[in-house]
C-alpha cells in the first residue's frame, strides 16, 4: 500500500479547488489541511474557494486556458462525462490499484468515479437527500406522525392543516432551482417510485408524461403553501427559519444536520427530528462529491499524496463527522459520529434503491435545462409549460 506522506520539496505547494466557503465545509478543510501538512512539513495546500454556482464555470475556464488546478472537487457519475471526453480528467487507476481502494470503497460511490473500466477521481462523502426535518413538539401539538404519512400527495393536505400565525407547514427555498428540482424529484420518486424517476431522467422521459405532468402539478400544489417571499429565499436562509421554529418541516439534504447539532439548546430527539419525504422509505437519494485530478495540471508526487490521504479511512472519517455526510470507505469507524450520521448510515445499508440528485443524475447540458425549467416555473407557475420544459430536459 502507497503512503499518504512524502519527503517534499521545500515550500511545495498542491492546489485543491473546491465549492465549500462557510460552516462545516469550510472547518473540515481546514483540519484536513493542518493534518495533511503536519504528515508533509514542506508541503503546503493551497485552495480555490468558489461559490457552488460559479464552481463549475471556473474550473472548465481554467482547463480552456490550460492552467487547472491539480486537484478539484466534482460531482461524479454523469456530470463527468463531458470532462473525461474533452481528455480534462487525470486516470488514477493507479493509485486505486496502489491502496486496493476498489475493495475499500462502496460499489454505488465508486462506480460513480469509473468510466470506461479506468478510475478518475475518489469518492469522498455520501449524502442523503431525501430528508424531511421537524419540530418535535410542533408535530406533537399537531397529531400528526411524519413517519405514517405515506404519499407526497398526503403530505400536501398535512401541510395545508400545519398553518398557525406566521407559522408554515414547510420552507421552500426557491431562489436556487436545484432546490426546486430536489424537491421535485422527491415528489417524483414518492408519488410514483424511484423507477419511474429513473426512466424520467433516463431516456425514457415520454414514457411517463403523465406522471411527470402530475409530479409538476404536487409541485405546483406544494408552491401554493409556500412564503410570499420564497422565490428570494435560498437554502441556508430557508433553513434559518426553520431553526427559528417559523414552520414545522424542511425538506432537504442531510448537509443541514450540522448546523442544527451546532446550535444549542436544539437537541435531536428531543427538539428536532427526521423522516425521509413521504413515500420514499426504502429509497436512499443520494448525492457524492468526487476528488478529481487535472490531466493538464502537474500531478505530481506531493499532489499524488494529497488524494492520497484525502482517500485514507482517517481523512475520510474527519471529512464526514465535520461535514455531517457518510464516508464512502467500508472501513471507517462511526463510533463518535452523531446519531443521526450513525441511521443515515444503517438506512443506507438497508435501502432498495439509490437514485442520484439532477446533478449527478443526468447530463451537465440535461441538467441546465432543467434548471431554466425549474426557474421558469417559479416564476410562471405554469404548469404545462413546465412539464413541456421538463420533458425536453430529460430527453435533451
Known sequence: MSSHTRQSRASADVEMAHFWQ??????????????????????????????????????????????????????????????????ALRDVSDLWADNGWAEAFIEGPRERVQMDGSYYGVPIDIHRMNNLFYHVDMVEERGIDPAR?????????????????????????????????????????????????????????????????????????????AREDATFVDMVEANGRFMEGESVFFHQGDWMAGSYEDRADFEYGRDWDHAVFPGTEDVFMLSTDALVAAEGADFDEDARAFLEFMASPGAQKTLNRIKGSIPPRRDVDLGDYPEILREQFRDFEAASHFPAGHALQITPDAFVEAKIAALEFVTTRDVDRTTRALLDAYGN
Open 22 to 87: 462557510e460552516g462545516g465545509g469550510k472547518r473540515m478543510l481546514e483540519e484536513l489541511f493542518a493534518d495533511f501538512h503536519s504528515r508533509n512539513p514542506g508541503v503546503e495546500v493551497t485552495d480555490q474557494a468558489n461559490t457552488i454556482d460559479d464552481h463549475g464555470m471556473l474550473i472548465k475556464s481554467q482547463i480552456l486556458q490550460e492552467s487547472p488546478p491539480p486537484v478539484f472537487v466534482e460531482w461524479p457519475g454523469q456530470n463527468m462525462v463531458p470532462y473525461n471526453e474533452a481528455g
Open 149 to 225: 404519512v405515506d404519499s407526497p400527495g398526503e403530505f400536501l393536505e398535512v401541510l395545508e392543516g400545519c398553518e398557525d400565525g406566521d407559522v408554515i407547514g414547510m420552507e421552500q427555498p426557491m431562489k436556487n432551482p436545484s432546490d426546486v428540482l430536489q424537491l421535485f424529484a422527491n415528489i417524483v420518486i414518492g408519488e410514483f417510485g424511484a423507477e419511474t424517476y429513473r426512466g424520467i431522467t433516463q431516456g425514457e422521459t415520454r414514457s411517463y408524461e403523465s406522471e411527470l405532468r402530475r409530479s409538476v402539478e404536487l409541485l405546483d400544489a406544494y408552491a401554493d403553501l
